[in-house]
């Protein structure tokens, strides 16, 4: 069921005590917040998968950086 929360002078918006322990939200929590059409919308953000994603895509563009240089110079496989 939705909830109403009122908007502070600051622009502070409270989450319902519910909502927190329903999404596991604790103080110093990071929040994405992003308005969609007429929407607010938030998510809570997981600093350690948004670090493993990075890696992941570090990792995969040095992997494509090889592919090519081996394309481009044939026999300079890595050892």
């Known amino acids: 069921m939705p909830e109403l929360t009122k908007l502070s002078t600051k622009g502070q918006v409270v989450i319902p005590k519910d909502i927190r322990k329903q999404l596991d939200l604790s103080d110093g929590d990071w929040l994405g917040i992003a308005v969609i059409d007429d929407l607010l919308v938030m998510k809570k953000v997981d600093f350690d998968e948004t670090s493993r994603i990075s890696k992941r895509l570090k990792h995969a563009e040095i992997d494509k950086l090889f ?4 394309m481009l110079y044939p026999g300079t496989e890595e050892k």
């Open 67 to 70: 592919e090519m240089e081996n």
